[in-house]
């Protein structure tokens, strides 16, 4: 499959012992037809080769992040019409959320750690505006998110983004609305906590230290929206838990969450 590929696009269909496709030639080697920015990204690929996000293969021209294969193997959820989908029962009882639903399964090992990964701490923005891409084109094809007007991304301490140079929730908010154009709101809500690591914190340690790790100066802002709250990955729900207990003092709120994965 993948060989033929190649073949339809580097060479087109051959015809015949010797015959090539001409125009695809000239498309591709005819100097003047050539865009200067293909000359420059397949000379740099030379000497760094752009790499699949999920397994590390050296990436063909016409791939964009992933890899054929890995992007045929992406686990995706599908559960975003199912109001009882699992990412939304870990909010039950705790917060009031219109819809929750993430793009993709999470494993602690395999690709969507390794694409994640690469997003939140290798300064990866294509794999971040990728994924982000692809939560919107669900997200404009999902009936429960279709009221949703207002995109908003989970912050980060200023300190924390200030040392990562980014924030990795906010890379995934602009790449959804490269096939969604909401509005999004960046300021409006503020990390005043900044928390240390909670991968090894219990279920009630993590709650209490995030429970006030937002603040929200202007409420009004935000009045009669209907936000989506974006993040990488969520796994117990303890930090959104705490963005809405911030968000609780906008009048007519009603809030959505979708993340890049679920564990
Ligand atoms: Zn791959």
Redesign the pocket.
């Known amino acids: 499959m993948r060989s033929e590929w190649i073949s339809r696009l580097n060479y087109g269909t051959l015809k015949g012992p010797c015959r090539i496709n001409v125009p695809l030639f000239n498309k591709v080697l005819n100097p003047r037809t050539a865009t200067a920015t293909r000359w420059i990204s397949d000379f740099a690929a030379l000497f760094v080769p752009r790499r699949?996000a999920?397994?590390d293969?050296t990436l063909l021209r016409f791939e964009e992040c992933?890899?054929l294969?890995?992007e045929e193997e992406l686990p995706r959820t599908r559960f975003h019409e199912d109001p009882a989908n699992r990412v939304e029962q870990l909010f039950w009882g705790k917060v009031q959320l219109e819809a929750a639903s993430a793009l993709l399964h999470f494993a602690r090992t395999g690709m969507v750690q390794h694409m994640l990964h690469r997003v939140k701490y290798q300064q990866d923005s294509e794999t971040g505006l990728f994924l982000g891409k692809l939560m919107g084109e669900e997200l404009k094809a999902s009936p429960r998110f279709a009221t949703v007007d207002t995109l908003l991304a989970v912050p980060l301490h200023h300190k924390k983004e200030r040392v990562r140079g980014y924030n990795q929730a906010q890379l995934l908010v602009d790449g959804i609305r490269e096939v969604w154009p909401l509005p999004s709101v960046g300021k409006e809500l503020m990390r005043v906590v900044r928390t240390p690591t909670q991968t090894k914190r219990g279920r009630l340690d993590r709650w209490l230290n995030v429970k006030e790790a937002f603040h929200l100066p202007d409420p009004e802002a935000l009045r009669g929206k209907h936000v989506l709250i974006v993040d990488d990955v969520v796994t117990t729900g303890a930090t959104i838990e705490g963005c809405v207990h911030a968000l609780r003092a906008v009048p007519d709120l009603r809030v959505s969450l979708f993340t890049a994965a679920c564990a």
Do not use: F, Q, V
């Open positions: 699949c999920g397994c293969t992933l890899c294969g890995c």
